[in-house]
């Protein structure tokens, strides 16, 4: 029976970088997926802290191949053949129930920059490309991968895991010993369900569920802003290169712009979504109510196949344990309004790889890792919730959205500080006083929102409250939610 230092479980990208970082460093790895690639999948947007991290990640193991994925420009120029999307930040437009929507202005718009031009801007991954680059440069590094596979068991067996498994359709099984095992199963889930460990999805604050599709001919937002004479949707970055934010009463819709014309559209409720059938004619029925969002649709061919999630949210109640640990991905999820998903994972990896290279300290280490991932998910679902309930005040929920930058924009700068950045926690978490006084603002949102205090002198305290570390001025009246601020970055020249 052969025997490997290290299984993943499941193969999309994070868990295929991982196996991809560990065969190139002289590991024996098997990864076990029970689809194959190429495949449809969401969480298709890049942040500048993933971008950062691919790029640290591809210097560290040298792996000019991974650091193509780091920017729209290096894509473009050397991965032509993978589809992907020019995202140069976040813009948000808050519409009105039966009215068009009227010109631009910082009470129903939010535009915050990422990058200083197109080049270095961030992307929107197709990921059924993406996954399958990332599942192929794995298994060229040495990576023993096998899809279209069901793990039948898993059984620890004093320092090492016995699994077996069979393929699809097949009787034969197949098993081999491991050392480590590495969840990367997503919302599967397969070692918290082995393990037997507790589901925490109802501590959780956020409660959303979505509808989603890709989608042909969806009309440009800023054409047509510009033929009614608003040239605001495209300063400080036109407001199609961005993950672009509908928000409707009690929900939002998604537009992520591929260069190949399709577009990722998503509606994402603030409640459960308890249709089971005709989805199509509940999309109409929700996107109609606002005529300038609809009307970005009215020339589509058709409506595609559209998805249906159950709760969005989920938390298993621990993320690591002696010979195995969960990625991001896989521990967790809160929700898509932040775009937090790639940058999560691969900052997973960095840390996982770190300690399986790196041979660290086994028991506290590896517990580490997952506390803080849990913790960082509590941290998430804090900054997504209060968002959620300042949705239809948009003044609140734009000040609810600028926390999250705030943090996000900390965390960078500590990835470009510290080299070894899997010591700092995901939109620094562990950063105590800027997590208390984030803390101190969500409340005073929720406080605005109940009608317990007014809206201005909500704003007034959290801009004193944040004054520390406000550097890009979020809460400053002058700044007329518009904001060209552009992510740390530092450019890592990789060896071919």
């Known amino acids: 029976m052969k025997k490997y230092d290290v299984l993943i479980l499941g193969s999309s990208f994070s868990g295929a970088t991982l196996g991809w970082i560990l065969a190139s460093q002289g590991m024996r790895v098997c990864m076990l997926d029970r689809y194959a690639h190429p495949r449809f999948s969401i969480g298709e947007s890049s942040t500048p802290v993933a971008d950062i991290v691919i790029a640290q990640l591809a210097k560290r193991y040298e792996l000019p191949r991974l650091a193509a994925l780091s920017t729209y420009g290096r894509w473009k120029q050397e991965l032509p053949h993978l589809v992907c999307g ?21 009470k129903n718009s939010l535009l915050v920059a990422a990058s200083a031009c197109d080049a270095e801007s961030d992307t929107h991954w197709l990921r059924s490309d993406v996954d399958a680059y990332l599942f192929e440069r794995s298994c060229e590094a040495g990576v023993h991968a096998i899809e279209n596979c069901h793990v039948n068991q898993i059984v620890r067996e004093k320092n090492w895991w016995r699994v077996s498994w069979r393929r699809n359709n097949m009787v034969q099984v197949q098993s081999t010993c491991v050392r480590v095992i590495i969840d990367a199963t997503g919302h599967g889930g397969l070692m918290g369900k082995t393990l037997g460990l507790l589901r925490l999805d109802t501590t959780l604050s956020t409660t959303t569920s979505a509808l989603y599709g890709h989608f042909l001919g969806v009309q440009s937002w800023d054409a047509q802003q510009l033929a009614l004479g608003d040239s605001s949707t495209i300063h400080p970055f036109r407001s199609d290169d ?40 509940y999309w109409k029925h929700r996107i109609r109510a606002y005529p300038s969002l609809w009307s970005l649709f009215e020339k589509c061919p058709t409506i ?14 621990a993320s ?5 640990a969960m990625l991001p991905t896989t521990t967790g999820f809160i929700d898509p309004l932040h775009s937090t998903g790639i940058a999560h994972s691969m900052h997973g990896v960095t840390r996982l790889a770190s300690l399986l290279l790196r041979d660290k300290d086994t028991t506290t280490a590896w517990e580490q890792y997952g506390h803080h991932v849990i913790d960082e998910f509590r941290f998430m679902d804090q900054l997504v919730s209060t968002a959620y309930a300042s949705i239809n005040h948009f003044e609140l929920f734009s000040a609810a959205a600028s926390l999250y930058f705030l943090a996000t924009i900390h965390f960078e700068k500590m990835l470009l500080l510290d080299t070894d950045c899997e010591e700092t926690q995901f939109l620094a978490a562990d950063n105590i006083t800027l997590r208390e006084r984030l803390t101190e603002s969500c409340t005073l949102i929720q406080s605005a929102v109940q009608g317990q205090i007014k809206t201005p002198h909500c704003l007034s305290q959290i801009r004193h409250t944040l004054s520390d570390f406000d550097s890009v001025g979020f809460f400053a009246p002058s700044q007329k939610n518009r904001f060209a601020h552009t992510a740390p970055r530092k450019l890592f020249s990789v060896k071919s």
Do not use: C
């Open 86 to 106: 020019k995202k140069r930040g976040f813009s948000y437009f808050r519409h009105g129930r039966d009215a068009p929507y009227g010109h631009a202005s910082s």
């Open 242 to 281: 961005a993950a672009q934010h509908h928000i409707i009463d009690d929900g939002w819709v998604w537009l992520l712009r591929f260069d190949d014309g399709r577009t990722s559209v998503g509606l994402m409720e603030n409640r459960l979504l308890t249709i089971d059938h005709d989805l199509d004619e």
């Open 304 to 317: 595609p196949s559209l998805h249906k999630t159950g709760p969005l949210q989920r938390l298993w109640s």
């Open 320 to 324: 690591s344990g002696l010979g195995w």
